[in-house]
């Protein structure tokens, strides 16, 4: 999975309840993001962290809070405002922001929320 | 509106037989288009990466095709195997666009049996 890790693999969650889904990379890669996937839909952006100390909303950030205190790594916290978190949960990263950078993926997290 | 459509939304093959995915595109201006491989609760990988000057591109058994000027692009799987049975995705970048405008197609599930 590219040097990018997830965990966990599985997370059940209350409904009300925040959680914290891990992102690790070893691959000196500048920018980060998180992705939300749904059976049937393609990968929807939430957040994306360019640099450290630096992140931005992506399409679908409502309910998420991110941070980007090391380069190595991007948690993000899913809250329970979030309406429907029940999810597959992607990280990725690039070596750059631009589009003609690879992103390479981790394993994911699959959450429950119920 | 940007999008990318891909077909068929699965597809049931015997081992050994060959396949093509298609992927039709709206995106423009086009910067690259990226097949990745996607195993049930793993995160995406990698197959190619195809810019606007390529037409086509090989990665073992997988080959995939560019035409530009129609927005069409094919991925082929040669003489198929178990292991090909994953989700594959085709996803666009636009020219001059950040690494976070991605566009994904929602996938093509490819089943392979003996």
């Known amino acids: 999975d590219g040097g990018i890790t997830q965990s966990p693999k599985y997370l059940f969650r209350k409904e009300g309840q925040n959680v914290t889904l891990s992102c690790e990379q070893n691959?000196?890669?500048?920018?980060m993001y998180w992705y939300r996937q749904d059976p049937g839909q393609g990968l929807r952006l939430i957040y994306y962290s360019q640099i450290v100390n630096d992140f931005q909303k992506g399409d679908i950030a409502e309910g998420y809070s991110v941070s980007r205190e090391k380069k190595e790594s991007f948690p993000l916290t899913v809250t329970s405002a979030q309406k429907n978190p029940t999810a597959f949960y992607l990280c990725?990263?690039?070596?750059?922001?631009?589009?003609?950078?690879?992103?390479?993926f981790g394993p994911g997290t699959r959450l429950t929320v119920t | 509106k940007n999008q990318v459509e891909q077909s068929p939304q699965s597809l049931i093959i015997l081992e050994g037989k060959n396949c093509t995915l298609q992927c039709n595109y709206t995106v423009s201006p086009f910067s690259n288009l990226r097949w990745y491989k996607q195993d049930t609760g793993r995160g995406p990988v990698s197959l190619t990466i195809m810019t606007f000057s390529e037409n086509t591109k090989s990665n073992g058994r997988y080959t995939a095709t560019l035409d530009a000027d129609t927005k069409q692009s094919s991925l082929h799987i040669t003489a198929s195997q178990l292991s090909d049975s994953a989700s594959y995705i085709c996803v666009v970048s636009g020219e001059n666009q950040a690494g976070t405008a991605l566009i994904f197609g929602k996938g093509t599930t490819l089943s392979v049996s003996s």
């Open positions: 691959l000196n890669h500048d920018a």
């Open positions: 990725a990263s690039s070596q750059r922001l631009a589009e003609n950078y690879e992103q390479y």
